[in-house]
């Protein structure tokens, strides 16, 4: 029989057999010294009573055995891969304690493996993604040099070709360098530097760092906020995050078009704005522009590697602010950037 397979059961069964014999065998010794004879009774009392008692530990053991069973079917079940299999455990005892901890294992198992599936998946996309954001630069360098292998080509054409050589070999760094940036800020390999840094001087040299462009492509920055606002962040992170944020409203504004730049302390942070008056980002859009290298199938970018804004978002995360953005076709758009102050820090 199987529940006599465990030596302790069996050991127990011995254990009540051998107390009941010696019991039984004592009470007959006490009755021959006492009264020079045996009962009958007593030995059939003793019967009745041991044949119970084994008799109930057997159905209480058969019956454990029977749930042990039921409870390794379901574990087999979730190894051979129904990852729904569960056993029951809706009575109380340690045993059941057992069968709950051993679901919840199963429950924890399951989402690693979702995580994990989710994680691959991620990564098969990214792939997919990179491939495709290179594949376009290279095809037109691998042109560009073709053509520059022509040696009847005049010079203003080879500097020509040179100079859109180098634009694609700058957008193939920008996409590397970009990607490596969000790589280390997901796995925390990057410890930001925080001290506390004046707002308006960075804006100031955010506004700097544009001036060329405004003048090339016509456009406006107009700063707005107090001069003595302070934040506590790393300068060169954050402001790689705004550069990113201003940088993709030139990109969808047109000539003439002004980007408004403003911060101010709120009571419990700092609050800083990009908003331009350009085309405006569609409602279909709106959720998903800080995804990586999504694109827009409204969007008229066709330079753009769909990285700059979630760069902006991983690194507002990072100093434990948030950004979100709101946008009206025709209209323009305006990202919101919230950081807590110094003192909640």
């Not at 970009?178 to 001087?201: F, M, P, Q, S, Y």
């Not at 040299?205 to 060329?212: I, K, P, R, S, T």
């Not at 507002?316 to 946008?327: L, Q, R, T, Y």
């Amino acid at each position: 029989m199987k529940i006599f397979a465990n030596k302790e059961i069996k050991k127990l069964f011995l254990a009540l057999s051998g107390i009941w014999a010696a019991s039984f065998l004592l009470t007959q010794g006490f009755l021959w010294l006492c009264y020079q004879r045996f009962s009958l009774f007593l030995l059939l009392v003793f019967v009745l009573a041991g044949g119970a008692v084994l008799a109930a530990c057997y159905s209480y053991f058969k019956k454990q055995n029977q749930v042990m069973e039921q409870a390794v079917s379901h574990i087999h079940a979730y190894l051979d891969g129904d990852r729904n299999a569960r056993i029951a455990c809706d009575e109380e005892g340690e045993l059941y304690r057992l069968f709950h901890s051993v679901n919840s294992l199963a429950a924890v198992l399951n989402a690693h493996a979702d995580n994990e599936l989710r994680e691959k998946e991620f990564l098969k996309n990214t792939i997919s993604d990179i491939s495709h954001q290179l594949k376009t630069p290279l095809a037109a360098l691998n042109i560009y040099n073709g053509l520059l292998q022509d040696g009847d080509m005049e010079l203003c054409a080879v500097k020509e070709f040179a100079d859109l050589s180098e634009q694609e070999l700058d957008r193939i760094e920008t996409l590397v360098q970009n990607l490596l940036k969000i790589t280390r800020l997901d796995a925390g390999a990057i410890v930001l530097e925080k001290t506390t840094e004046n707002v308006a001087d960075m804006m100031r040299d955010m506004e700097m760092h544009f001036a060329y462009r405004a003048r090339q492509e016509k456009k406006e920055i107009i700063l707005s906020g107090p001069d003595h606002v302070s934040l506590f962040c790393d300068r060169d992170w954050l402001s790689e995050a705004i550069d990113n944020i201003v940088k993709n409203a030139f990109d969808h504004t047109e000539s003439g078009a002004v980007i408004r730049v403003t911060w101010k302390a709120l009571s419990s942070g700092v609050q800083i704005v990009v908003k331009d008056n350009g085309c405006g980002i569609h409602p279909e859009d709106i959720h998903h522009i800080f995804k990586r290298f999504y694109r827009s199938r409204f969007s008229k970018d066709t330079q753009g590697i769909g990285l700059g804004l979630p760069l902006a978002k991983a690194v507002v995360e990072a100093h434990g602010g948030a950004i979100e953005a709101d946008s009206e076709l025709g209209r323009g758009t305006s990202f919101t950037m919230n950081f807590l102050i110094p003192a909640k820090l």
